[in-house]
C-alpha cells in the first residue's frame, strides 16, 4: 500500500540532489541542462563534445588523446590520421593489418597495382 509512494518519494530525493550539483561542461563553461556525456573524466554538453581536428560531434565514437596534459577527444579518422594509420587509397582509418609500402599504408584489399 504504501510500497509505491516510498519508492517515488526516494527517486525525487535523488534526483533532487543531483540538481543541486550543476554540471559544467567542460569545453564552452555553461552550466548542463538536460543531455550530457560523461567521457574522459569531465563533462560536456552533447553537442560540445567534438573532435579537435575537425570539430565533428563525436560522442558515438571517440579516441582520447592527451595534449599538453589534457585528454581531448578525437574521432576515429583523425585519431588514426595522428598516429599516421590512414589508408593512402581511401583515406580511412587502419584498424587491423595494413600493407606498408613506399612509405604509404593500405588496408589488405586497397593495396592494388596501379600500373
Ligand atoms: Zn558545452
Ligand atoms: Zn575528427
Ligand atoms: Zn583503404
Redesign the pocket.
Known sequence: MSDTKTNKVVTKSKSGEKEKTSKI?I??G?V?KGQFVRALGEV??L??FRCIDCDEVCVSKFFPYKEDGITRPLCETDYFRRLDLICAKCGGALRGPHINALNKKYHLDHFTCTM
Open positions: 561542461c569545453s564552452c555553461k548542463i560536456y554538453h553537442d560540445c
